[in-house]
């Protein structure tokens, strides 16, 4: 078969285009590792901006690199300022967020973009949005068990948090002396509307940790705030002079307390056994 020199010459040009392609591909690799080492440099030196361009560069170079995404999110978080609230400052926690948000769509897997996102939005005290996002990965069925567990002990501990700030109000908290003991009752809050919210978040708290609980039966967290819950829920009681469900309630909170007691020890020992094989001599 013979073949034209016009065709010939075709399949060479696409040749060369091909090897020239895989030249530049693997030269720009080898740049953007460059560049990815530049902002590891301009990082440790402080200079973050400096390193945002360094990993921004690197993404630019290649696009696939699974390194420069994160990278561009550690730099960017890293100039956000905690307990500033200057709009520039926000603006830029936002910027962090969005950042770990791309390292998430190519890993969604990535523990440290999800908790970052987290860290940022609780920092910002967008709590609405933090909400939001917890409830996403608890309610998300791919997840591990042992992840929506953790995610509803979370939010059951934001409802706890809820209801605990008014209830230790010393207008709330009344601490009187009789017979040289001290003794603590609570009066119910001026407002009706805020009783009336801290009861839907104990009610909302319980729920959660009880859900937490069934995902992971040895969830510490959350069998410490059922605990935590179930005390809020007896203030409750002791604001509406129901004393026999006060007891109720703080008899079903000694018990989770002891099963959260018993779930610490276990942890507690086996990171004891963890640290001591690591500190003994191998053979």
Avoid at 38 to 44: G, K, N, V
Avoid at 45 to 69: C, S
Avoid at 193 to 212: M, P, S, W
Wanted: aromatic share 6%; hydrophobic share 35%.
């Amino acid at each position: 078969m013979r073949f034209s020199r016009s065709r010939i010459g075709s399949t060479a040009i696409l040749v060369l285009f091909v090897l020239v392609s895989g030249g530049c591909s693997l030269v720009n690799k080898i740049r953007a590792k460059n560049e990815l080492n530049e902002t590891a440099r301009s990082y440790r030196e402080g200079h973050f901006e400096e390193a945002e361009q360094h990993a921004k560069r690197a993404l630019y170079l290649d696009p696939d690199n699974k390194t420069a995404p994160i990278f561009i999110a550690r730099v960017i978080h890293q100039q956000y300022k905690p307990g500033v609230d200057q709009p520039d400052n926000i603006m830029k926690a936002r910027e962090a967020i969005d950042a770990y948000k791309q390292v998430l769509a190519k890993d969604p897997n990535n523990e440290e973009a999800y908790k970052a996102i987290s860290v940022l939005l609780a920092a910002i005290k967008d709590d609405t949005k933090l909400r939001e996002w917890i409830s996403a990965r608890a309610n998300d069925s791919n997840l591990p068990s042992e992840k929506r567990s953790e995610a509803y002990a979370i939010l059951a501990g934001k409802d706890w948090d809820c209801s605990f700030r008014v209830t230790e109000q010393p207008d709330i908290k009344i601490t009187s002396t009789e017979g040289g003991n001290a003794k603590v009752t609570y009066k119910k809050p001026k407002e009706q509307k805020d009783f009336d919210n801290i009861q839907r978040c104990v009610a909302r708290g319980l729920e959660e940790a009880e859900t937490a609980i069934k995902y992971d039966p040895n969830n510490e967290s959350a069998w410490s705030y059922k605990t935590n819950l179930l005390l809020e829920a007896a203030k409750f009681a002791d604001m509406n002079g129901d004393a026999a469900h006060k007891t109720e309630l703080e008899r079903q909170a000694d018990v989770a307390g002891k099963r959260a007691t018993a779930l610490a020890d276990e942890r507690r020992k086996k990171e004891e056994a963890a640290e001591k094989a690591a500190s003994s001599p191998t053979p």
